[in-house]
């Protein structure tokens, strides 16, 4: 089963708390991060994009750094780790985004993807004069299938005359392709429209992680139903903060005091952002966050190894092909994971 790290691009991480560690994103914090998880032997990296936080006393997310700069950076600075960037569709034409993948697949020697983000956020896109209506609640999947036929047009030809709703090509060149004449493409589209989307384009879905894992595995069959449908193959990657201490009782302790911390008006806000979702998707997958503190993810705690049986209980899944874990304090924790849990896993792959 892959491991890989969902890097802190933003302020805080994932952790919407006033008792979890509070810090600002930089470069050399994911750089320090994503160096320590190559040695370790994560499989990937992945950094979100987010163009307004959500306030609140921790000011969540109310910093961030660009994910593709950040990753054209980093793969400088790692040698095998697999690297996706995200880009929010509304912001960036495709041609570009082909070329900006390209270029970042030349610096890494072929490790570059993209997580594509349809965008459900209205004001990150409004604030800049970008959001494309209404309407696009309902069609952003229709709007992200031509968008990703754009990009893979190039990079498969290095020309495109697509012709669609929403785009339309004359022409247009990109010289060069990149290395596999393709790149790896990612989505986290929880709704049943976001699973068929990434059936027919992504290689990988990633679906947020539950405490029990029964939501995982419903998502997986969900995903495989749509895949079979597509002929074609792809994976699950669960997204899971992951807690490891010597015991379980303190690792539950630490998760409980993080909990009690929870920044109630920066969750109010973004709740209120997913509810403007027309479409009724977001506002059905982000639930009861005003007594949560974590965009609802699910937690994998416990001694070092507890969490290695717990991950090694969701790579039994079918579907599941990796976990992408989120931390407290990153770099701390990427290097603990790599020492304490994962030689304990019987499902990682051999190296």
Request: aromatic share 12%; with cysteine; glycine share 10%.
């Amino acid at each position: 089963m892959d491991l890989g790290i969902f890097i802190p691009i933003g302020n805080n991480g994932w952790m919407m708390s006033e008792t979890a560690p509070q810090y600002m994103p930089s470069f050399e914090l994911n750089k320090t991060t994503a160096q320590l998880a190559e040695e370790a032997g994560f499989e990937f990296l992945l950094s979100m994009v987010k163009l307004r936080g959500f306030g609140g006393s921790t000011e969540f997310w109310d910093y961030n750094l660009e994910s593709f700069t950040l990753m054209s950076a980093l793969a400088a600075a790692t040698n095998d780790i697999q690297l996706f960037a995200s880009v929010a569709l509304p912001t960036l034409p495709p041609a570009m985004v082909a070329r900006m993948a390209t270029t970042i697949d030349d610096v890494s020697d072929g490790r570059f993807g993209i997580n594509i983000v349809t965008g459900w956020n209205q004001i990150e896109y409004s604030q800049q004069g970008l959001w494309p209506g209404d309407w696009y609640y309902e069609k952003r999947y229709d709007y992200g299938s031509e968008y990703v036929q754009v990009m893979q047009d190039l990079w498969s030809t290095g020309q495109s005359d697509f012709k669609g709703e929403y785009f339309e090509m004359d022409d247009c060149r990109m010289l060069p392709t990149p290395k596999e004449q393709r790149i790896p493409l990612v989505c986290a589209g929880q709704s049943d429209r976001g699973m068929e989307f990434c059936a027919n384009y992504g290689d990988y879905q990633f679906v947020i992680g539950d405490d029990d894992m029964s939501g995982v595995r419903e998502a997986s069959a969900n995903l495989q139903k749509h895949a079979e449908a597509s002929g074609r193959k792809v994976g699950v990657y669960a997204l899971y903060f992951v807690i490891g201490r010597d015991t379980d009782e303190e690792a539950e302790q630490t998760w409980q005091h993080y909990k009690d911390g929870a920044d109630l008006d920066a969750i109010a806000f973004m709740t209120g952002q997913a509810g403007l979702d027309t479409s009724g998707a977001t506002a059905e997958t982000i639930t009861n966050l005003k007594s949560a503190f974590n965009l609802n993810i699910g937690a994998i705690t416990g001694s070092w190894q507890t969490c290695a049986d717990k991950l090694d209980a969701l790579g039994e899944i079918p579907g599941v092909d990796g976990v992408m874990c989120v931390f407290d304090d990153y770099p701390r924790a990427t290097k603990e994971m790599g020492e304490n849990i994962m030689p304990l896993m019987k499902s990682r792959p051999e190296k």
